[in-house]
């Protein structure tokens, strides 16, 4: 199946884009992340990330979906 | 009651007033403003970003839960992005309630949930021309170049 990925910060940085498209085997977030990290080799672990689905956080055990929108986020740093 | 959290490219001293009930004895307001130096180096300014949809979703729920918890009369909270110079304001939080104690307190809470849970992150210049991403709520920064 086919999901967007989308990134902030740091990770936009790293992976050189905000935005791409991924086709993929994952079942969970979590082995969506694990496929993401590897590719662009992101230098944070996934204990510092977390992940959004349709604007909303969720769990690393979340189910994917075909034409999923997941994002994932490095540690925050607002104020 | 109101309870609101805004993202905005614009200045924060450009809001509209913050309005406050006939029954609030008290206003309390914090400004983050961005510093001159962080950890012993010279900042020159600071680039916000945010994850917008859920920035503000988030944003929202902690000024509810801060209205409802402390039993204000009305909170707002709001957070910029853009590039900002030393001295903006990064960030505001205005309550207003019947006494000044919970407002302190709520105001003191706003700020702290909004740092540690609302997708915002910065980048910090520094006079030698080099930045870093800034992960306030460990204490640290990381270099990236």
């Known amino acids: 199946m086919t999901v967007t990925v989308r990134y902030y910060a740091r990770l936009k940085e790293e992976a050189g884009t905000d935005k791409e498209s991924v086709a993929t085997q994952a079942a969970t977030v979590a082995e969506l992340w694990a496929e993401v990290a590897g590719h662009h080799s992101f230098t944070l672990g996934a204990d510092l990330i977390r992940a959004a689905q349709d604007d909303e956080f969720c769990a690393w055990e979340a189910p994917l979906a075909p034409g999923a929108v997941v994002v994932f986020m490095p540690p925050v740093a607002g104020g | ?145």
């Open chain 2, 1 to 145: 009651m109101s309870a609101a959290f805004l993202l905005t490219e614009e200045p924060l001293e450009t809001l509209p007033d913050f309005v406050v009930p006939a029954a609030s004895g008290s206003v309390v307001a914090f400004w983050g403003r961005v510093r001159s130096s962080n950890e012993g180096r010279a900042v020159t300014g600071l680039d916000y970003s945010a994850y917008p949809e859920l920035a503000v979703k988030e944003g929202r729920r902690i000024v509810e839960s801060a209205v409802e918890r402390f039993g204000l009369d009305g909170a707002r909270a709001a957070h910029r992005v853009g590039s900002l110079a030393v001295g903006d304001a990064a960030v505001v939080v205005e309550v207003a309630s019947g006494h000044r104690g919970e407002g302190f307190e709520a105001c003191r809470w706003i700020i702290d949930e909004i740092k540690h849970r609302v997708p915002v992150w910065k980048r910090e210049h520094y006079a030698e021309g080099d930045w870093e991403w800034v992960t306030c709520h460990h204490g640290s920064t990381t270099t990236v170049s």
